[in-house]
T-cell receptor, first 109, second 112 residues
Framework: GIQVEQSPPDLILQEGANSTLRCNFS?????LQWFHQNPWGQLINLFY???GTKQNGRLSATTVATERYSLLYISSSQTTDSGVYFC???????????FGKGTMLLVSP | EAQVTQNPRYLITVTGKKLTVTCSQN?????MSWYRQDPGLGLRQIYY???????DKGDVPEGYKVSRKEKRNFPLILESPSPNQTSLYFC???????????FGQGTRLTVV
């Protein structure tokens, strides 16, 4: 099945810093999503981005489908950005989303 | 507001006592699924449903049942829960697997 790798696994930032999270996938996809799991466990949709670039406030994402990777940019990080960031793509049978292992982000004041 | 609603959010139960976790979506989505999240194992799919009365096993279906009698609801049934089913459970819905998926708030289940 499709493999999804995220990097880095852990990231510690000072408030106000910028960061880039990466998601590599092993096969071509028609769908890619980024999620934020907050400290209470909720999975929050960030981006649905099969290709191209999208921006939402301090966050933006770029997917280069032909090169099988996606990037999530967080600018001017805040403590509320802390949590785990997941990317997910459909498996080859389109029956499930395959998630990466996530990037755990801690933003300190 | 478009949403996926799971209930309960938290549940502590005893081994063998049947329970149901409900999931409801108001977006007229055809595709619904259940995942469990465990430390070190990530999110794994339990069951999915492509439409009413159509369900199929995911990666970890043992010990679970589902039903899809109407489009908006997709309950997860544990007929005889065991401690290894202690986990964080998520329900998700989308129009299909090529469209954006939305997740419920999660259900933290502890089986003692």
């Amino acid at each position: 099945g499709i493999q999804v790798e995220q990097s880095p696994p852990d990231l510690i930032l000072q408030e106000g810093a910028n960061s880039t999270l990466r998601c590599n996938f092993s096969d071509s996809v028609n769908n890619l999503q980024w999620f934020h799991q907050n400290p209470w466990g909720q999975l929050i949709n960030l981006f649905y981005i099969p290709s191209g670039t999208k921006q939402n406030g301090r966050l933006s994402a770029t997917t280069v489908a032909t090169e099988r990777y996606s990037l999530l940019y967080i600018s001017s990080s805040q403590t509320t950005d802390s949590g785990v960031y997941f990317c997910a793509v459909p498996n080859s049978g389109y029956s499930t989303l395959t998630f990466g292992k996530g990037t755990m982000l801690l933003v300190s004041p | 507001e478009a949403q996926v609603t799971q209930n309960p959010r938290y549940l502590i139960t005893v081994t063998g006592k049947k329970l149901t976790v409900t999931c409801s979506q108001n977006m007229n989505h055809e595709y619904m699924s259940w995942y469990r999240q465990d430390p070190g194992l990530g999110l794994r799919q339990i069951y999915y449903s492509m439409n009413v009365e159509v369900t199929d096993k995911g990666d970890v279906p043992e010990g679970y049942k589902v039903s899809r009698k109407e489009k908006r609801n997709f309950p997860l049934i544990l007929e005889s829960p065991s401690p290894n089913q202690t986990s964080l459970y998520f329900c998700a819905s989308s129009f299909n697997m090529n469209t954006e998926a939305f997740f419920g708030q999660g259900t933290r289940l502890t089986v003692v």
